[in-house]
Structure formats: C-alpha cells, structure tokens
C-alpha cells in the first residue's frame, strides 16, 4: 500500500483541481438497475457526457455503514472499523444502532480512520451535507460546515432542494464540496425487493430529479468547472428463505446478537461457546467463522467490534434470532418480494453503482470494474487534495479521468 500511496501523490502534486465537487450517495442502487439508459434520460445525460464504471464491488459486509465509511475513507472495514450497521463494545458495554440511539453518536464508532469531510474541514475547505447519516457528529474535533440532518423517507422535493442548495454554495464559493444522501431506492428495494414495480417507480423518480440537476447546472453556467460523482454503498437481492436460530440454540445462552441480515454478529456466553459454534455449523444455507476463521479476503476480522461468531447467510437467505423478530412477517402477502443485502461482497446483486462528469472526467467512458475503497481517490483527485493512505488502487479509476 505504501508505494501506491507514494505514486498517487505524486499524481496528485502534478495535479490542479477545479475544486468542485458535488456528491450523491444513493443507497441500495444496484449496478444493473440502470441497464437500459434509454429509459432513464436524466442519467442518460450524464453517463454520455461522463463516465460509467461497470460496477462497484463493496466491501464486506455489503451493509450501509461500513460502505459509508469505506468510500470516504477508503479503508477495508476492518482498518475504519465500522463492522456493521450494528456493533457492540464490549468493554463498555455501549452499543451502535442504526436510528435514533444517543450512543451511536459517540466518538467510539466514528474516529476508526479519518472521514474525508474532516479532512477538508481541517484544511479550510468547507463542507456542505444533506441527510447524511451522522454528519451531525463531531469527529475528531470536527464538524461539517453545514450539516442538514438525516431524515427517513426523504421527498424528491427534499432531493430537488438540496440539489439547488448545493449547487448555490457551490457556485458562491460558500462550499468547496457538497454531499447529498438518498435512502429511498434502498427502502423500496427492502420493503418490495429488487424487480418490483414499486422499485422501478422509484428510479423513473428520481432520474426526474437527475433530469432536474442537468438542468439546474447548465442554467448556473457550471458545466465547466463542477464535477458530479455519484455512486451506492450496495445492491440487492431477493429473500426467499429464512434461518431462525432459536430453532438450533437456546438463545438464553447468547450473551447478544445482533442484526437481522445476511450477517450476524453473535457472542455466547463462554461455557457454551463449542456447544452453539457446533450447533451452528450444522445449519446448512449459512457459515458460521470463528473470529480466525473468517476469510482474509473480508478484511473484516481484524476489527475491534467483530463478534465472537459472525454468520454468512447464502443467497436468498437471512437470518434472525426468531420469527418474531422480523420487522415484517413475510408469510403474511404470498405475493409480495422482500430484498436484502449483507452477503458475501464478490456476489454480483451486491453490486452497487458509480458515474461521473465533469472537468476531471472523460466523456462518453465505460469504465472497469471498481471497489468502493477506491472512490475516495477519486474524490480527492477532483478535490485536488493529498489522499491520506488507503487500500484503493488509483490504477483501477485512473482510465476514467482526463
């Protein structure tokens, strides 16, 4: 890693940023979803006058938070150490939980490795953050310019809203960059899964506010000087099964588990670790590591919160402590579809989705296959600033800028 470090900076010494950026993460947007362009001309528009890569690999877990923080940090999970939408310290006995809870603000969960709006907030440039997830914590001392905090169920008004905003302190020089969140492709994905109506309904939605962002920025005049990059934390893909696991082990003799997914996170009390790790390894549709046996190609298990067991759903499957716990009851509508992500990152419906345009980007370019970590040298290239060292490989994204 370091002589890849060392080359990129010396790419990046040799470089002048326009300085522009404007951000969008759109959760749970899957590679494939936008195969067919011709019914999407908002992002039409913008893959043929930018770049398209032909996917983006996530890191694992395929889960929301770590794919956060791996794109604006661009570490493996187990380095920034976010292991999952939800974690447990044990030392002290505090827990992440995705929401509302007053302890996931705390500092124990964010300061893993330094988040790339920190860094332009320590050199002077202002950051500007619409809905996302925890841009309200400080960190590291830190806070955002501007944070508008996250909020469920986000309009395309609040989308086209801070699309205007944005591109006003953008344009004004109030903001060097600008980051803007959006969950709803994600919700409709989990809530209808990934071939539903439901979910194409939300994609003609907000490829209407991207026909709006082409419009907005050619009326300001800053086609030439802004780049736009956009991207997802993961795919999706259809549940059709379910592990229960109060139906192999006494779920009285777990201290905590956590997360209903395609990853769980499990710790047992110590006098019956062989008798639920043997139990659970019988369970077909899932693998159960140990904390060493977890595969190195996860880069996941040298992190500080990974649980005494972690267990790795197959395709189709998810697992959770007991029926009962589901959010949704999916026996009860035959024909409705449920989707989820989490899995093994290499499968392709964990996919997630990268475009560009701008000043720093070709146009008309299908790019190769990139990873998530790679992203935030991408950011720092438009940015102009020196990356702090990482595990993305500026060779893989190096083809799409000018």
């Not at 939605?205 to 956009?230: E, P």
């Amino acid at each position: 890693m370091d002589c890849i470090y060392i080359i990129l900076l010396s790419v990046m010494s040799a470089y002048n940023a326009s300085g522009k950026l404007l951000v969008f993460l759109i959760d749970g947007l899957r590679y494939d979803y936008l195969d067919n362009l011709e019914n999407f001309p908002g992002f039409r528009e913008i893959v043929e006058n930018g770049v398209k890569a032909d996917y983006l690999t996530p890191e694992f877990p395929s889960l929301s938070f770590p794919n956060y923080f791996s794109l604006m940090t661009g570490r493996n999970t187990e380095e920034h150490q976010v292991t999952g939408n939800y974690m447990w310290d044990k030392d002290s006995n505090t827990e992440f939980l995705l929401g509302t809870n007053p302890g996931s603000l705390s500092p124990l969960w964010w300061e893993g490795a330094e988040l790339l709006w920190v860094t332009m907030e320590k050199l002077d440039k202002r950051v500007y953050m619409y809905y996302w997830p925890g841009c309200e914590v400080e960190i590291m001392g830190v806070r955002p310019s501007l944070c508008v905090p996250y909020i469920p169920n986000l309009s395309e008004r609040n989308l086209t809203d801070a699309m205007e905003h944005a591109l006003d302190a953008l344009n004004d020089g109030q903001a060097d960059m600008a980051i803007v969140y959006y969950e709803k492709v994600d919700t409709t994905g989990h809530y209808f899964g990934p071939q539903s109506p439901q979910l194409t309904g939300t994609l003609l939605g907000l490829d209407a506010t991207m026909q709006f962002l082409n419009q907005r920025v050619m009326a300001k005049n800053m086609s030439s000087d802004l780049n736009i990059v956009m991207f997802s934390d993961h795919g999706m893909s259809e549940i059709t099964n379910i592990i229960e696991l109060d139906k192999h082990i006494d779920l009285s003799d777990v201290i905590k588990v956590l997360d209903i997914s395609p990853v769980v996170s499990l710790w047992p009390k110590q006098e019956k670790f062989e008798e639920i790790y043997a139990a659970l390894s019988a369970v077909e549709n899932m693998a159960t590591y140990c904390r060493q046996e977890i595969p190195e190609r996860f880069h996941y298990k040298g992190g500080r919160f990974v649980s005494t067991l972690t267990l790795v759903a197959k395709p189709g499957w998810i697992i959770t402590p007991s029926f009962s716990d589901l959010p949704v009851q999916p026996n009860t509508d035959e024909d409705r579809k449920y989707g989820t992500h989490g899995y093994d990152n290499e499968l392709a419906e964990m996919r997630g989705f990268f475009v560009a345009k701008g000043p720093d980007f070709k146009s008309n370019f299908s790019a190769g296959p990139i990873r998530a970590v790679d992203v935030y040298n991408v950011m720092c290239y438009t940015l102009g600033i020196e990356p702090l060292p990482n595990n993305g490989l500026f060779d893989r994204v190096r083809a799409m800028l000018n």
